[in-house]
């Protein structure tokens, strides 16, 4: 069907005909608008509904004009799926290329936002991996995981306010950290990423009611990527009793296209096998795993203005997650807490059971006992000013079959005085 498409669609994009992403973003005058990514470029929604592309199907007033995807997000998986199937027909069919040529633009010249307004922002800790290499480097004398790690999907609330866009500038964060024993407030000696990928909430839920896991289908959307920034010195002395606060809260960046469930159907797979069994309102025998693969790659200030290219830190599978997104649905409303459209819920760093294919820098260069060695000549620990870390990732195994989830990328600065 691809070579139907009147979208050239270079070979490798990680937006064929298959995926149709969405997105907010606009092209330069600010007016907020959704989008969906094909090929090298991306079809303007909110005009193509005006020139009634959609019609026979019911959408939410104005879901298309908004910094958000939330009000199209509400309307529900038929429609969600009503809209991929006539973008399907419309891309594949010559008779539309006149009418919708005037809406497309090229992705380049776009400005993404974040693709969602969560109310509510969770982060998890499903990697079975990277829960027993940081519960060695924390805890060396104990059990690396918890007892109750294998029993629920570990999480914590974070902070939606801070969410930010693609290419997002993070400032280094300030706060009080231990030096040489004594808590001293100053700049974090050991700024961190955390590879991850964030699931979407379509359809919200009611306060009093949990999500059965059978339903988690009906409620969520899609998946993106998502770099939960850590600031491990704030994040070592503030996090017990309670969790992580600051060392977490002062940004998150996400990608800005949203693959959707449907689009990420062919890519479904068993999760692994759980022992202990779970409990029952965490059980199900559909298939909540995904054959995603993810990457992560630095260019320093100095290799950028070198023009030597960014490295490739760690190449993490995401396929052998302990916990699914249905199981984090399922738990994260199991006492009645209310979902919103919109709402993220993110993974967990994702590491892989072998070298290279950690999820953070702290696993990567172990604390900083084995520094990574870039190709500038210096040697990273954890992150410097003027580094940029670009995540990406893609579904499927075979290159010829696959769809991307685009990337997310962000650049350390000096906070300053
Ligand atoms: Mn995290």
Redesign the pocket.
């Known amino acids: 069907m691809a070579d139907e498409c009147w979208v050239p669609i270079p070979a490798g994009s990680p937006y064929p005909l298959a995926n149709l992403p969405i997105g907010v973003g606009h092209s330069g005058d600010g007016r907020w608008r959704a989008w969906v990514a094909l090929g090298d470029v991306a079809l303007d929604l909110a005009a193509s509904h005006d020139a009634g592309a959609f019609s026979g199907i019911e959408l939410p007033d104005g879901c298309f004009v908004a910094a958000s995807l939330n009000r199209y997000l509400a309307a529900g998986p038929s429609t969600w799926s009503a809209v991929r199937a006539r973008l399907t027909a419309l891309f594949t069919d010559t008779a539309n290329e006149t009418t919708l040529a005037s809406f497309v633009s090229a992705r380049s010249v776009l400005t993404m936002g974040v693709p969602t307004a969560p109310v509510d922002y969770v982060?998890f800790?499903s990697s079975i991996h990277h829960a027993t290499n940081l519960g060695r480097l924390f805890r060396p004398d104990g059990d690396p995981l918890m007892p109750n790690w294998k029993r629920i999907p570990i999480g914590y609330h974070g902070r939606t306010g801070t969410i930010v866009a693609d290419g997002a500038e993070i400032r280094r964060p300030h706060g009080l950290r231990l030096i040489e024993g004594e808590p001293e407030y100053g700049p974090c000696r050991s700024l961190d990423i955390?590879l991850?990928v964030g699931t979407i909430v379509g359809v919200g839920s009611e306060r009093g009611y949990p999500i059965r896991i059978e339903d988690a289908g009906r409620h969520l959307y899609g998946m993106c990527l998502v770099n939960?920034w850590?600031a491990r010195d704030i994040q070592a002395y503030e996090y017990q009793p309670l969790g992580p606060f600051l060392g977490?809260s002062f940004a998150t960046s996400v990608s800005p296209w949203l693959v959707s469930i449907e689009a990420l159907a062919p890519f479904r797979i068993a999760s692994p096998a759980q022992d202990p069994p779970v409990a029952n309102y965490l059980s199900t025998d559909e298939a909540w795993g995904f054959d995603l693969h993810l990457e992560v790659w630095l260019d320093s200030a100095r290799m950028r203005a070198a023009g030597q290219p960014a490295v490739c830190l760690s190449r993490a599978p995401f396929d052998d997650m302990y916990w699914t997104p249905a199981q984090q649905l399922a738990h994260m409303t199991a006492n009645g807490a209310s979902t919103n459209p919109g709402d993220l819920f993110?993974s967990?760093?994702v590491s892989g059971p072998s070298r290279g294919s950690e999820g953070s820098l702290i696993e990567l260069a172990r604390n900083g006992e084995r520094p990574i060695k870039l190709p500038d000549g210096s040697t990273r620990a954890f992150l410097l000013d003027g580094d940029r870390v670009t995540m990406t990732g893609w579904a499927g195994s075979e290159p010829g079959n696959r769809i991307g989830l685009g990337s997310v990328s962000g650049t350390i600065t000096d906070q300053g005085g």
Do not use: I, P, W
Request: glycine share 10%.
């Open positions: 982060d800790y955390e991850e939960d850590s977490k993110a967990g760093t």
